[in-house]
């Protein structure tokens, strides 16, 4: 049984996790983290999804939760919070010695760099977005930039549900992270978020990246190759949530027990996708 510890657990996807570790017979859920000082915490576990007790107690840290256990206990620590949450607890579980799975975005270029410290001591896998989908739309995106070059005008569109706060979305910037290695640049070089504040004509090689925030839209993410006379899209659709909580378990499974590093869910799916500073 790999011993699983949840972060964000009073959240969507913390939610979605807790529900998939409790129906997964391979995985026992041994710690899980709500925010510091949330009224949560002591509560247990299975309160958050209207199921029976899962005999954990909610805590405001990993080494709170896993009190109870002995040191180095915790396998795989799945973690979907924000940055700075983020990265206090994979320092926690760099301590404890346990791999990680982390679908947290927005991270700055500094805190890449504590990520990739933390790295060289644990497992660490990264990812934007756990669906399988998604990181085989990757590695189309990548070949597509590859084959058609600067010749095509290039835009991403994303649309997520009204709640939430990060715009772009983080599997959009990694969209155009692939295209831009692809092309031989740098997204920070080429990337343009907001046409209304920079009236021109469309630069060349330039990538477009446009939000959608509406109603309950799990996620949808289209980019679109324009050549003269003809146009290529390619879409990925998230109809239900559980897909990337079923991504995160199956990249917990793949890391635990990994020689420390950093790594993707290109990875776990055996694609050549490759880790992009």
Known sequence: MLRTAISGCEGRMGQQLLRAVEEDDTLVLVAAVVRPGSEKEGHDAGELIGSKPLGVALSGTLVDSATTLPAGEIDVLIDFTRPSASLDLIAQAANAGCAVVSGTTGFSAVEHQQLLA?????????GSNMSVGVNVVFELLARTARILGVEADIEIVEAHHRNKLDAPS??????????AHAL??????CAVYDRSEHPARR?????????????????????IFALAGERLEITHRATDRNIFALGALRAAKWVAGRDPGLYGMSDVLGLPG???P
């Open 170 to 179: 983080g599997t959009a910037l990694s969209m155009g992270e692939q295209i």
């Open 274 to 276: 490759e880790q992009i």
């Open 118 to 126: 933390y790295s060289s001591r644990i497992p660490l896998l990264l």
């Open 203 to 223: 630069k060349d090689g330039s990538i477009g990246i446009a939000s959608v925030r509406a109603g309950d839209i799990v996620g949808e993410h289209t980019v």
């Open 184 to 189: 031989g640049t740098r997204l920070s070089d």
